[in-house]
């Protein structure tokens, strides 16, 4: 059975808190996954499929270490294409092939600092006592007008039981990865457990999936929702051997 855990992050660059989250994730052939990966990083699978994440949501409390939140620079719709993946260490974690957010400064600030695939878009998170209803639509770079529009309708919370393998596997990630100058870095995310919640779709208009390099998903999502957590992301790091066992 996977081990849910999260690291301490000791020195973080940055703190954030993800809240009204949704994630809705689709099966692909690991084949399909594998080939968009860079050079180190292998698709992780369960039960023999790949998983591709949809992952819509409001950034809220973004700030560096003893620089305050700014108001309007804080706070702003996030959504992300990701899968799953292990190094050459075994480690497991994120590999993003995009996030789009409606603030241009961070958009900026993420592809420069941080070398992830960011896009500016026009968004919108808007939550309605249990309804989450999420816009999207890209800007730059192209390709201009890839959408990731989703209407969310939130279910009880999953019981101990509900939490099963699938579950943790698709949401207990705290491993990001990425290529800075041509060689792949990692770094650690720190975060409680997700309150998660039984979700419903009543719209999906997306094609940021496709715009990925993907397929289009032939077949329904698998979906979860959260209120939300606080986040704290360290630092950057080379993979190093890691002892086996250890993940």
């Known amino acids: 059975m996977r081990t849910s855990w999260s690291p301490r992050v000791a020195v973080p660059v940055m703190y954030q ?4 989250l949704t994630f809705i994730h689709w099966r692909y052939p690991p084949g399909e996954v594998q080939r968009l990966l860079p050079p180190g990083l292998t698709v992780e699978t369960f039960d023999d499929a790949a998983y591709v994440g949809l992952v819509p949501f409001l950034m809220e409390g973004v700030r560096p270490p003893g620089v305050p939140a700014l108001p309007w620079l804080s706070r702003f719709p996030e959504t992300n ?14 590999w993003f092939f995009s996030l789009d957010a409606e603030r241009l400064p961070a958009v900026i600030a993420a592809r420069a600092g941080y070398r992830l695939p960011y896009y500016w878009s026009r968004m919108s998170v808007r939550v309605d006592g249990g309804r989450y209803a999420y816009r999207c639509e890209r800007r730059m770079p192209g390709p201009a007008g890839a959408r990731g529009d989703a209407d969310v309708e939130l279910g009880p919370p999953l019981t101990p039981d509900e939490r099963d393998e699938r579950t943790s596997f698709l949401t207990d990630r705290y491993r990001l990865f990425t290529v800075v100058a041509g060689r792949l870095v990692h770094a650690e995310v720190e975060h409680p457990p997700w309150p998660l919640h039984h979700a419903a779709l009543t719209r ?12 289009a998903p032939g077949h329904e999502p698998l979906l979860h929702a959260s209120p939300g957590v606080a986040v704290r992301i360290g630092r950057w790091r ?9 993940h």
């Open 238 to 246: 080379r993979p190093r051997p890691t002892p086996a066992g250890l």
């Open 81 to 94: 294409v990701r899968t799953y993946v292990r190094d050459a260490g075994g480690r497991s974690g994120l």
């Open 204 to 215: 999906l208009d997306e094609d940021l999936v496709r715009a990925a390099g993907l397929p």
């Open 17 to 20: 808190r993800w809240t009204a």
